[in-house]
């Protein structure tokens, strides 16, 4: 044991010699204090200090907080398109056509029209004999391009560097104003669309299915209510001559705004009307042979209530990990985003919060809300409990979409009524001030990105003609007090409820049902006591 040790001990000095011979030419050590680092002066590498600026190279210039806070301006052009932007530090920006368009406008037309627009983006126009072409210019530029439609807007927007700004403008107006949609496009589009609605059918998640389902059970036959999603019978009816006649009514430039972030605003104004005022439209040159409506649909939202139910089998993946469940969504009539309850409703929807029963984290994921402490973390069968709250011009939707075996299907109605009635009760301090702030940070944490801030200005232009600054909207959520949030809360639940299901669902109440027991402390007529352990 003891010439083990001294090996040992007399190995460790040899490695502790070694690495001091090594490191002794870097470090100068005075005689006096041997075991004191001293920092070198000698010269150990070709390149200069970091301490002296480096010679031939401009100055630096760094992002000052005044970069940040530069106001929004709005321009109208003389065929009505309104010009927004603001401008901001950095080499990139976003820019794109936000549009009152969607769904909700397609009474008169087959439904769908919307979904095929959304498939044929970006195609080949007059200027673009085809898309690889737009592309290719945009990737010059370090560019990428998308389309999206909700229910009553429809965006186009490309974010690319600062200095493409031009090409940008151009390749939007032509998409926007001047599509070829020539039949291999619009065929092209026909079968994406059918495929899009093969796959949505196939997924274990049914989110974008059910919202369709429970706006139309909201919203029946009526504008909000009119399906997102292209109906399959209407895949064959809808051909060229329908969509330049719906592009003609709808995606004039009246109803247009040209938002830019990250640009110079008297440049994209120059841009704007060299390309979406001297230069005419597609059906404007063409004469649409189709009869269709010769003015916009401008009904307003009317909430009906009422119940939407789809007996099916939905597929079970091994991989994910989840049983067989039923989807169900409860309903009912919120208000829209220019509604003096909107700041309010937006809290009730924090504070209700919710999501998936494995979901990962702490306060900032939610989990301190009422869906997650009074439902998910007390019955075990609730798969996922989720609040919605859509707002929309003239009307708006506040849901729970919830998720739990086809057995509990009925008990599952029971534990998001009794939620929905209970939401009327006083919140407590800590509870308000948590779903406060956590509003205030989700709100501040997506302006970071500047496509939500080109989305942010083009609604706000589009719906009001002027945008409002994150300050407006951080001091009205610290306004809210816990007398507002049951105010609202009543006048939801004042409203008759919608219903959608789908799934194996069985037995699930009716939706006359679910109206009585949201006035009587969310419990149904005739139903037992729940269990936590069934």
Request: contains cysteine.
């Amino acid at each position: 044991m003891s010439l083990s040790f001294n090996t040992r001990n007399i190995a460790r000095r040899l490695f502790l010699s070694k690495c001091y011979n090594i490191w002794r030419p870097y470090v100068s050590v005075p005689p006096d204090s041997p075991t004191v680092n001293v920092p070198s002066k000698e010269i150990v590498t070709p390149f200069p200090p970091l301490s002296e600026p480096i010679p031939d190279l401009p100055p630096v210039q760094y992002a000052r907080p005044g970069d940040q806070s530069n106001v929004t301006q709005v321009t109208r052009l003389s065929n009505g398109l309104r010009v927004a932007s603001e401008n901001r530090f950095g080499q990139f920006c976003t820019v794109g056509v936000i549009i009152d368009s969607g769904p909700r406008y397609e009474l008169a037309f087959p439904s769908g029209i919307s979904h095929f627009l959304e498939k044929l983006a970006f195609q080949s126009t007059e200027a673009f004999a085809e898309k690889d072409i737009i592309f290719k210019e945009l990737e010059k530029h370090g560019g990428i391009c998308d389309c999206q439609s909700s229910r009553d807007t429809f965006v186009y927007a490309a974010s690319a560097d600062s200095r493409g700004l031009e090409s940008v403008t151009r390749i939007l107006a032509d998409v926007v104003l001047r599509p070829r949609l020539a039949a291999n496009e619009v065929d092209f589009a026909r079968q994406a669309v059918k495929f899009e609605l093969e796959t949505l059918g196939m997924r274990p998640e049914q989110e974008p299915i059910l919202m369709d389902m429970i706006h139309a059970a909201a919203f029946r036959d009526n504008t909000l209510g009119l399906p997102k999603l292209c109906p399959e019978p209407n895949t064959q009816s809808i051909d060229r001559n329908m969509l330049l006649s719906y592009l003609r009514l709808h995606h004039s430039p009246d109803r247009m705004v040209l938002a830019g972030v990250g640009v110079p605003h008297d440049e994209l104004v120059k841009l704007a009307e060299k390309f979406f005022v001297d230069e005419g439209a597609t059906w404007e040159k063409e004469t649409v042979a189709a009869k269709h409506p010769t003015a916009v649909d401008t009904s307003v939202a009317q909430y009906t209530g009422g119940s939407k139910l789809e007996e099916c089998v939905i597929p079970v993946y091994a991989a994910v990990g989840l049983p067989e469940l039923a989807h169900v969504v409860i309903g009912l009539q919120g208000c829209s985003h220019q509604d003096k309850d909107f700041i309010a409703a937006c809290v009730l929807n924090i504070m209700m919060g919710g999501g998936g029963s494995f979901s990962a984290g702490g306060p900032g994921k939610g989990m301190y809300t009422r869906l997650y402490t009074n439902v998910l973390n007390r019955y075990h069968w609730m798969y996922s409990a989720t609040a919605y709250n859509h707002s929309y011009g003239d009307n708006g939707l506040f849901c729970i979409h919830a998720t739990a075996p086809p057995t509990h299907v009925k008990s599952l109605v029971e534990v998001i009524t009794k939620e929905l009635f209970t939401m009327q009760n006083r919140p407590a301090d800590q509870e308000l001030r948590r779903a406060k702030t956590q509003l205030q940070s989700m709100l501040l944490m997506n302006l970071e990105a500047r496509p939500v801030v080109f989305e942010d200005i083009g609604r706000q232009v589009l719906a009001t003609g002027e945008r409002r600054r994150p300050e407006y909207f951080i001091q009205e959520i610290e306004k809210i007090t816990a007398e507002d949030i049951q105010n609202v809360a009543r006048r939801f639940l004042s409203s008759p409820p919608a219903l959608a299901a789908r799934g194996e669902i069985k037995g699930i109440p009716d939706v006359k049902d679910i109206q009585t027991a949201l006035t009587s402390e969310g419990k149904l007529p005739g139903n037992r006591r729940l269990s936590l352990f069934r």
